[in-house]
T-cell receptor, first 115, second 112 residues
Framework: DTAVSQTPKYLVTQMGNDKSIKCEQN?????MYWYKQDSKKFLKIMFS???????INETVPNRFSPKSPDKAHLNLHINSLELGDSAVYFC??????????????FGPGTRLTVT | TQLLEQSPQFLSIQEGENLTVYCNSS?????LQWYRQEPGEGPVLLVT?????EVKKLKRLTFQFGDARKDSSLHITAAQPGDTGLYLC????????????FGKGTLLTVNP
């Protein structure tokens, strides 16, 4: 019973290409996120959607475009890939708990390598 | 911008030893979460602390939230090789902004 799933697990592509990563959660959560983890393991938020509405948009190049067709899915499309985009991208979901605590459930990650 | 500083960044110990990981900030957080991430996987939530001074135990792991809710610590007793992983703290500033601020992590290696 996979809670948060991402596809693909690995993605190797050349500079300038356009690629998408898909994410689905079956937890019934209202909020979904995309994080980027760099080679030093620093986990940084990129985007967050709540009930299909964009609520967090950090300083991310506009080559990155998230799309949420419904609250169980949040996809990430990246245009004109650059070497610096190489990283592991994590999808996560959460549901507000008492006291506004948003515990995150992460997917397995997508390792993107741009050559 | 809220920052969370974790220390140490790297820790390599022998099985059976005790250790403490620290997470510090100059900002107040409404809650603080600890995650463990194993190679090739996503972070997994270990615990959430909400109240200043709160202490939570998870088997050999003890988590504490500072009285002022600006810092937290994770203490592991009698570490085992299965404890190896990247430990991340993450703070919530409260309200409805849905955002977690992550520390840079502590990479723990427990040698048999």
């Amino acid at each position: 019973d996979t809670a948060v799933s991402q596809t693909p697990k690995y993605l190797v592509t050349q500079m300038g290409n356009d690629k998408s990563i898909k994410c689905e959660q079956n937890l019934g959560h209202d909020t979904m996120y995309w994080y980027k983890q760099d080679s030093k393991k620093f986990l940084k938020i990129m985007f967050s959607y709540n009930n299909k509405e964009l609520i967090i948009n950090e300083t991310v190049p506009n080559r990155f475009s998230p799309k949420s067709p419904d609250k169980a899915h949040l996809n990430l499309h990246i245009n004109s890939l650059e070497l610096g985009d190489s990283a592991v991208y994590f999808c996560a979901s959460s549901q507000a708990l008492a006291g506004n605590s948003y515990e995150q459930y992460f997917g397995p990650g997508t390792r993107l390598t741009v050559t | 911008t809220q920052l969370l500083e974790q220390s140490p960044q790297f820790l390599s110990i022998q099985e059976g030893e005790n250790l403490t990981v620290y997470c510090n900030s100059s900002s107040v957080f409404s809650s603080l979460q600890w995650y463990r991430q194993e190679p090739g996987e996503g972070p997994v939530l270990l615990v959430t602390v909400v109240t200043g001074g709160e202490v939570k135990k998870l088997k050999r792991l003890t988590f504490q939230f500072g009285d002022a809710r600006k810092d937290s610590s994770l203490h592991i007793t009698a570490a085992q090789p299965g404890d190896t992983g990247l430990y991340l703290c993450a703070g919530e500033s409260g309200g409805s902004n849905y955002k977690l601020t992550f520390g840079k992590g502590t990479l723990l290696t427990v040698n048999p």
